[in-house]
């Protein structure tokens, strides 16, 4: 069934359509910077929610705030290495073709560089982390608000840099979904880069 997934080499009648790099200096600029919006808008309607739940948030202990930060920090760290590790556990399963795996200034990322994949195998790949983290993140953070605030807060940012963070794969899975309906599309994911291929037409 894997070969059904991907190709070794552009089919003849091929041509590339769209090339996107997320080292370029403006792309990951604007990534990164639609990243803190996103993350913003998110942490500012949770601090909206904590402060209209009637509880005095402001009188947290600030020992706690502090360790629940460092938890924060080391949970978003392990986040970006396991929404990389899902893209690359997705593109094993539908290629058992070789990974890349890296981080570049403006982005971590997963790639299979050596082939081409269809369609279908590139929207699973590029939404599988989005879709996963997402449940994850507004399960915990659902759970948080009824238990605890300072909790609640912590895995809001978590969630609102998740979504921010999954801007690029959004923008990818946008371009899959809305602009290359062939299911004969070709995509070569090198991690920071893809290429799009679509038959010619006649
Ligand atoms: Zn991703």
Redesign the pocket.
Known sequence: MKENNFVKEVPSGYVQVKYINAKNVKVGLIFNAICLLVAAAVITVAVLLAVNSGENIAEANPIKTLIVTIIGIAVFFAYIIL??LV?GVVYKQQTGEKLTFGLSWSCAYCGVPNVYVYRKTAIIA?AA?LIIFSIIFMATSAVAFFLDKTFFLLSAAILGFHLGG?S??IYVLALLIFKFKNKKMLMRDTGPEQYFYLPKEN
């Open positions: 929404h990389e893209h590029v982390p999954c690029g794969d």
